[in-house]
């Protein structure tokens, strides 16, 4: 009977008033009017613990959180009140004013939240909250960041909670020195921007410690240096990569046939407005299809810019074999029709083709930032170029392909209808360049004007490589692209594309043929 009588007190105990509306240790002094007693609140809430705190932080940090005249802390949503300490609703008698704020303690509600999130189930969410605490170096969060670097499991939450722990280290003026030369470490080892901006920004410092932050900014300004050369690579072999797209389809039709075709930058841009086609198609006929849209748009535009290359040569090019200027002044001109029919068709705007959810965002790889629509064209012009080359090697149309490019009068002399591989050719290039065109409507404008930016830089990447040589197209595009982005910054875009001008125009003078010349009727002739 005596058991049963103390456990009803328990009971009524713990559902007294008094009982419901016990608070975090700290949270009757953010109803002060002093900007001292707040901060010493939020100090407070944050080393307790408490995640009943994080939504009164959090209405602080949003402006949302009052006091009434009786000191009851209120939480405001939309026009009504509740109590911060239940969540039950509350009247705003004695017109309860805002609690006081300024920079310093939304700092501090900042690192207070995130040392208050440092214990949430949610990696990710801990990982975010340790980054939160590096960013305000709040020597308050100290104890509230050992035990929790004692608790996590997870490594990398555990090498972000050291790192903030670091930072908040050499905030506090109460750090012993090898605990400091210990965070300077620990800075050093993360070497990116933040952490190089945190040491550099160190004042009155011990002598040892001035020393070693010193050191440790030469160390990571040499270490950015270092990511930011191979960002350069990544970013040329991403534009090198679209040079190659471009330029693969000009190869075959330039160094098989010797017909210099100005629209080859409009074939480009025939592929990229089959992709934006296809895209409206499924948006619709078939909005669950549009994470696919892209692998739909890619037979698409290669059909489409292949047949009309096939359409282009069969009724303009094959009447100027032999007259290389001429062929150059229609294809111009064809190039000029093809660009105001889609300016009548399509108008002369820029058209949106979307990013499936697979290719938007980046990952990091140490210092780099690899953006996934750039990597999945890396990978799509090596898949392009593998299947390629096995098409011209392994069959029966690139066996011909070879035997005209290496002696036309021969082949045709075998029985090889050297027309017909003409303007199989002609449209196998032209279908290239329409691959060209939905890799390009993923990072550039869709617009009539898309081909004309690449022409140019097309047949660059064609005569440095070697006229008809798929290989020397590879190398010689890569190449422009990593000069070109190592000459950006140095030299601005449009002078930098000048020196690679200028460059290509002296190799040219020395070697002719480009870095690997083949053998072609037009070498021939």
């Not at 949106?352 to 959810?357: I, M, N, Y």
């Not at 990593?482 to 002078?495: Q, R, T, Y």
Request: with cysteine.
């Amino acid at each position: 009977m005596v058991r049963l009588a103390g456990f009803l007190l328990l009971v009524l105990l713990a559902l007294s008033p008094a009982a419901l509306r016990a608070q975090p240790a700290g949270t009757e002094l953010l109803a002060s009017s002093s900007f001292d007693d707040v901060r010493r609140g939020v100090e407070s809430l944050a080393a307790s613990g408490d995640g009943r705190a994080i939504p009164i932080l959090a209405a602080y940090a949003e402006g949302r959180l009052f006091v009434r005249p009786d000191r009851t802390l209120l939480i405001r949503d939309g026009a009504a009140y509740r109590d911060a300490i239940t969540g039950e609703p509350a009247a705003a008698s004695g017109n309860p004013r805002a609690v006081r704020v300024n920079n310093a303690l939304r700092r501090s509600v900042e690192a207070a939240l995130g040392a208050l999130r440092l214990f949430a189930s949610d990696p990710a969410a801990r990982g975010a909250a340790a980054a939160a605490v590096f960013r305000a170096r709040d020597p308050a969060m100290l104890p509230a960041l050992d035990r929790a670097i004692a608790a996590e499991r997870d490594a990398g939450v555990r090498r972000a909670m050291a790192e903030a722990r670091a930072a908040a280290l050499l905030s506090s003026t109460e750090a012993a020195e090898p605990d400091r030369l210990a965070a300077v470490g620990v800075l050093r080892a993360r070497g990116d921007i933040d952490a190089r901006a945190l040491l550099s920004s160190l004042s009155a410092q011990p002598p040892a410690v001035a020393a070693a932050a010193a050191a440790a900014v030469e160390g990571i300004d040499f270490n950015l240096q270092l990511w930011s050369a191979a960002q350069n690579v990544y970013y040329g072999l991403s534009l090198g990569s679209v040079l190659l797209l471009a330029a693969a389809g000009l190869a075959i039709t330039f160094g098989v046939m010797g017909v210099i075709n100005m629209a080859h930058g409009e074939l480009v841009m025939l592929g990229a407005y089959a992709t934006f086609l296809v895209q409206e198609v499924i948006r619709s006929h078939a909005p669950e299809l549009f994470g696919a849209s892209l692998f739909i748009a890619i037979p698409v535009a290669f059909l489409v810019t292949g047949a009309a290359g096939v359409l282009i040569e069969r009724c303009m090019i094959r009447f100027l074999y032999g007259r290389p200027l001429e062929t150059l002044l229609a294809t111009f001109g064809l190039s000029l029709v093809l660009q105001q029919a889609v300016r009548s068709v399509f108008g002369p705007t820029n058209r949106e083709v979307g990013t499936p959810a697979w290719m938007s965002g980046a990952t990091q790889l140490g210092g780099l930032t690899l953006t996934w629509n750039r990597l999945t064209i890396i990978v799509f012009a090596a898949l392009v170029l593998a299947a390629l080359m096995l098409a011209l090697r392994y069959t029966a149309l690139g066996l011909q392909m070879r035997a005209v490019t290496q002696n036309r009068r021969m082949a045709s002399a075998m029985g090889i209808r050297t027309p017909w591989v003409d303007a199989l050719t002609f449209g196998l290039g032209s279908g290239v360049a329409g691959l060209a065109g939905v890799a390009l409507s993923q990072i550039d404008n869709v617009s009539p004007n898309l081909g004309q930016g690449y022409i140019i830089d097309s047949f660059m990447v064609v005569v440095f490589g070697g006229v008809g040589n798929l290989w020397g197209t590879i190398i010689s595009a890569m190449t422009l692209g990593v000069v070109n982005k190592f000459l950006e910054p140095l030299a601005g875009a449009v002078l930098g594309k000048i020196v690679v001008l200028v460059l290509l125009i002296l190799f040219i003078q020395r070697r002719p043929r480009g870095l690997f010349p083949v053998k072609g009727r037009f070498i021939d002739a």
